[in-house]
């Protein structure tokens, strides 16, 4: 089996959270050659480190997660940096239009030797526009993008973001999907490009109908807390009831609530009436509860699971690595002895995975900068 | 478009779609708005639930509904199936229609006919319901051996749990992703919103365009199996590797942080108006210095609890409150361009409303293209969130039009792509297999 990438050269040289873009490339087998400064890339200075490791640039996980399959190359003159770009398919920066030129890391200067040049910059609002030179991180981009407005408990607190650099991760993800799809062209053309993803464009694209809910009635949506019920454990359960998708819903939701004694007013045969249901939502959820107060949440989102709904328990994300499913489908996997996340996707033709473990700073810079002085 | 049109990234790539609802849908526009050629196979008896969802687009002159306003029974009897509104958001990349009953004989024969001159196949139904019809994986393998088959559904299609279902809230729940959202101590407040819904189907993108890449080097397809829950792990991935490495898990007291990044002053505070916030994020020492010279070194910040970045992190409360007395009596959108002018990260806390009529950003970069659909007309509708130098993507695809009504391109797709004579096409129509 080969990955899809493979023969690939990808060089990435960040300076802003969006390494997932070179973590999606590396797992379908593309060389992802790391360019760090070097006092080591920002991720290697944010914890959470290893235990015992604080502040140790070969022990953060985030650094390790968001580099595994990477080779790392310590370079400190642009030169060499340049050097280095110019030998690779494929180059991830994030650098605006101005440092870029300053630094000769702009795709007109690395193409010039090679119209097969993909540049893929990332930066918080592209390479054009009034806001351009503006300065962002991720908590800005969820507010202007849109999802801050509408998540949080109600308007009595503050619109939240969600931990963990979403909206770059999303400027990632498009930015990946990107340099896929200028890959495919160049394989038929032979041409390069440059891609400019917007971090602020990914962030205000994510937040589902809520643009179409305001063209269509004139109001943004509101702020809420998505609800849940509680379980007999304390955990939170998401236990959708999605009448829109057909009657099979309620019928599955009644049926499940009978086998436990819990129906109550629901089994008024009034409720097979979808409109009645409508206005009586409020008894399902009553429902609901009095059935999650008679379970642990992992139990309660099984018991609506087999019933065929859409229920779910809240976890974190460690505790996704006891989901018998997903170990089952071998998402996670051992690499030196460390368990980490693993393919986003199932794809057996051409697997993804990772063929290193995270670098430690400058493992790799004699390699890759002798391979440089190789006839090619 | 200019006069001449560019060549487009996927030019020539022909997908076979029959996703519904979101997850599946935004992956095959993100195909779409980088030219390939996406065509629905849809059904006029059991339509995509998000084409006939509210809120609605309304007539011109009158406000629609809202989410939640109606059952799917009330709207399938009152609603054309072309006014969903969210139909519109997952729909765009010049997708073309044309309804098909598979489970008519000559539907399927019609279906097993396209997916002979597709390059992908995507679906985004419960595991196994494409294989009841007859159009299992060796099927399409058959009809066309260098398929690219990509699954999308919530649990995939192996593994135990494989009949579960999800949708947006159930994934983000499992995977962490709602545990993520909140203040310390308290309950999660979640994401009121589908993340999950985009972030699978950008993963279903990029799984077909990594199979596409494979096939251009091998010959080879492969059927790409996507889950609604494996995109997501990643996303909080040094969290797993916390508890992996450390044994220490992210259910603890004090996590999630809120908005708190290890900064201070950071997060969002409230602004002059209604329910309006600014987010400021100072976490340097330069953005410290930098923000209170923009608000004219009040005498507060010269206190010794704000000293050091350490000490305002441990005094960030009472820092939170003074800041919030600053920017309260302030627009939001002044409070962001006075932090900027000096480098201080800082952003209004936005809603639709902001992002369609003020943002001037989104406005300069063409964030909307306006597209007309043939019923609705007319609508600003997104599409992916880069620029391409050589193939600029199209939010209406290479025929640039906006969401197609339901069977729209009954036409285009029995004449234009397999070819058939008008007395063919007359049988098909006499059949029933066309609805």
């Not at chain 1, 989901?323 to 393919?343: K, N, P, S």
């Not at chain 2, 009949?163 to 310390?184: E, I, K, N, R, S």
């Not at chain 2, 004090?254 to 329910?275: C, K, M």
Request: glycine share 12%; proline share 6%.
């Amino acid at each position: 089996m080969t990955g899809a990438l493979d023969g690939v050269k990808v060089v990435e040289l960040v300076d802003e959270p969006v390494e997932y873009c070179g973590r999606l490339l590396a797992g379908l087998g593309a060389e992802v050659v790391k360019i760090e400064p070097p006092e080591g890339a920002a991720s290697r200075h944010a914890g959470p480190y290893v235990e015992g490791r604080d502040g140790d640039l070969d022990a953060s996980l985030d650094f390790w997660h968001f580099n595994v399959g990477k080779r790392s190359v310590v370079v400190d003159d642009d030169e060499t940096a340049r050097r280095v770009c110019a030998a690779a398919d494929v180059v991830i920066h994030t650098l605006g239009s101005s440092r870029a030129a300053a630094r000769g890391l702009d795709h007109e200067s690395l193409s010039a030797g090679s119209s097969g040049l993909v540049s893929c910059v990332i930066t918080p609002f592209g390479l054009t526009g009034p806001w351009a030179d503006y300065a962002a991180d991720d908590l800005v981009l969820m507010a202007l993008g849109g999802s801050m407005a509408v998540c949080g408990y109600g308007t009595d607190d503050p619109p939240l973001a969600c931990w963990g650099d979403q909206a770059w991760l999303t400027a990632a993800t498009y930015g990946a999907i990107a340099v896929l799809a200028a890959l495919d062209f160049r394989a038929r053309t032979g041409q390069g490009q440059l891609i400019d993803v917007s971090a602020h464009q990914a962030s205000a694209s994510m937040t589902e109908w809520h643009v179409m809910t305001y063209l269509c009635t004139g109001s943004p949506m509101a702020r809420f807390r998505h609800p849940t019920v509680t379980a007999r454990d304390g955990k939170q359960v998401a236990a959708l009831i999605p009448d829109f998708l057909g009657p099979h819903v309620f019928t599955h939701f009644l049926a499940m609530l009978e086998a436990d004694g819990v129906a109550g007013p629901l089994a008024d045969p009034a409720f097979e009436d979808p409109r009645h249901r409508a206005r009586g939502y409020g008894e399902l959820m009553a429902a609901t509860q009095r059935l999650a107060d008679r379970h642990d949440g992992e139990e309660l989102f099984r018991l609506g699971q087999e019933a065929g709904l859409p229920w779910g328990v809240i976890r974190t994300p460690d505790e996704t690595l006891d989901d018998r499913h997903l170990r089952a489908r071998g998402h996670f996997v051992e690499i030196d002895g460390v368990t980490h996340v693993g393919a986003p996707i199932v794809a057996n033709g051409s697997p993804f995975r990772f063929d290193r473990p995270p670098p430690r700073l400058g493992e790799h810079t004699r390699e890759v900068l002798d391979q440089l002085e190789q006839p090619t | 478009m200019g006069e001449t049109a560019a060549p487009t990234a996927l030019d020539g790539l022909r997908v076979l779609d029959f996703c519904r609802l979101g997850f599946g849908s935004q992956a095959t526009m993100i195909l779409g708005c980088l030219g390939a050629e996406v065509i629905r196979i849809e059904s006029t008896t059991r339509p995509d639930p998000i084409r006939v969802m509210p809120p609605f687009v309304p007539e011109p002159g009158e406000t629609g509904q809202g989410f939640g306003g109606a059952t799917l029974a009330q709207a399938q009897k009152q609603q054309s199936p072309n006014r969903g509104g969210i139909f519109y958001k997952y729909n765009t990349g010049g997708k073309r229609s044309i309804a098909v009953d598979a489970r008519n004989p000559a539907g399927l024969d019609l279906l097993r006919r396209l997916v002979a001159v597709s390059d992908v196949v995507t679906e985004s139904f419960a595991a196994g319901t494409l294989g009841r019809w007859g159009l299992d994986y060796d099927t399409l393998k058959e009809l066309r051996p260098d398929v690219i088959y990509v699954s999308m559904c919530g649990y995939g299609h192996v593994g135990p749990d494989s009949h579960y279902v999800t949708m947006g809230p159930t994934a983000q729940a499992l995977t962490g992703l709602t545990h993520l959202v909140g203040l310390p101590d308290r309950e999660p407040a979640g994401w009121s919103f589908s993340y999950l819904d985009h972030v699978g189907g950008y993963l279903g993108a990029y799984g077909v365009l990594a199979a596409l890449a494979h096939r251009r080097a091998t010959g080879e397809g492969q059927h790409v199996d996507v889950s609604q829950l494996e995109p997501a792990t990643a996303l909080g991935g040094p969290l797993v590797l916390d508890r992996s490495v450390n044994g220490r898990s992210s259910r603890r007291a004090g996590f999630p942080p809120g908005n708190r990044r290890g900064g201070a002053p950071q997060g969002a505070y409230r602004a002059l108006g209604d329910d309006r916030w600014v987010v400021i994020s100072c976490s340097t020492e330069a953005h410290w210095l930098a923000f209170v010279a923009a608000l004219g070194h009040p005498a507060w910040t010269d206190d010794a609890r704000f000293a050091t970045l350490a000490a305002r992190i441990e005094h960030a409360d009472e820092l939170d409150r003074l800041v919030e007395t600053w920017t309260e009596t302030r627009d939001r959108y002044e409070v962001m361009e006075t932090m900027q002018r000096v480098g201080v990260p800082a952003g209004a806390v936005q809603d639709a409303a902001d992002r369609v009529e003020r943002d001037p950003q989104l406005a300069a970069r063409h964030h909307f293209t306006r597209l007309a659909s043939t019923e609705v007309g007319e609508l600003p509708l997104e599409g992916v969130p880069f620029e391409l130098s050589v193939t600029p993507p199209d939010t209406g695809g290479a025929i640039h039009r906006g969401p197609p009504d339901l069977d729209e391109d009954r036409d285009y797709v029995l004449g234009e792509v397999l070819g058939l004579p008008d007395d063919e096409i007359a049988v098909l129509v006499g059949s029933g297999a066309l609805q």
